[in-house]
């Protein structure tokens, strides 16, 4: 193995009603774990997302209404997948586009915070658009000589990009062996996001906003002067993830 881990390393693909994280659901979820003994574990679940999954989705994915009927909703497993995670890093391909957001939220659905500032957090895209500027089934082939069979089904990306990500190493021996040297060579895929998504940033140390109308302000100097806003963004179409760190801010506004 090419990679020296101190703790667990989990790789991470979600297949889902659709692309918006807020208002679309779970309807598959693989993980496969790599351990620092270099033993591996995978779990694949697919859950009843209690919406319908549109055909134009069905179609990429390959599920069906009637595949995922009678299925548990993701709640219902929620602390079995959390425990299976624990303290491990995260890796995946594009992860903070979809898949790590999706899951942070059905997690918070299901009265569980799922944090991420202790974690590293890998990108296998990253690393290949850096490298390459290719998708996963050009990386797949480019890499590994192998035909990405059932593209967007989440094993077989989750083990598609398992595996870019070992030749990946294997090639480009400069990015290290360890995922502190990975993420040092290829830049945290989060950069300065605070709320995962993008719609908080750090800037000069600040948390502020980048949308709407106070994109690029303060998030402290805003609710200050419009308090508002607050519950504007408490009743609109946010993540819970942002609406907790939004939330977070407000109140330690108020202890200082």
Not at 153 to 166: R, Y
Request: glycine fraction near 6%; aromatic fraction near 10%; proline fraction near 3%.
């Amino acid at each position: 193995m090419q990679i020296k881990l101190k703790k667990p390393l989990v790789f991470i693909d979600v297949e889902a009603t659709g692309l918006n994280v807020t208002r679309d659901r779970m309807v598959e979820l693989c993980l496969l774990k790599l351990h620092p003994d270099e033993s591996e574990e995978r779990k694949t679940w697919k859950f009843n997302p209690e919406v319908p999954i549109d055909a134009k989705i069905t179609k990429l994915i390959g599920v069906t209404d009637e595949d995922v009927k009678g299925r548990p909703v993701f709640k219902d497993l929620a602390h079995k997948i959390y425990e299976f995670i624990g303290s491990a890093d995260v890796a995946g391909f594009n992860l903070c586009k979809l898949d790590l957001p999706l899951l942070m939220e059905e997690f918070m659905r299901a009265g569980i915070e799922f944090e991420i500032a202790k974690r590293k957090i890998v990108d296998v895209q990253r690393i290949f658009h850096m490298m390459e500027k290719r998708n996963l089934a050009a990386a797949y082939q480019f890499y590994c000589g192998k035909e990405l069979v059932d593209e967007h089904s989440a094993e077989a990306d989750t083990v598609a990009t398992f595996e870019v990500f070992f030749a990946q190493l294997k090639k480009y021996q400069e990015l290290g062996d360890n995922v502190d040297a990975v993420v040092a060579a290829t830049g945290n895929p989060n950069g300065n996001i605070v709320d995962i998504v993008g719609r908080i940033t750090m800037e000069n140390d600040r948390e502020t906003f980048n949308f709407g109308k106070y994109k690029g302000q303060a998030v402290e100097d805003v609710l200050k002067r419009d308090p508002g806003y607050y519950g504007w963004m408490m009743n609109g179409d946010f993540t819970s993830y942002t609406k907790k760190k939004i939330t977070e801010i407000r109140l330690r506004m108020k202890t200082t």
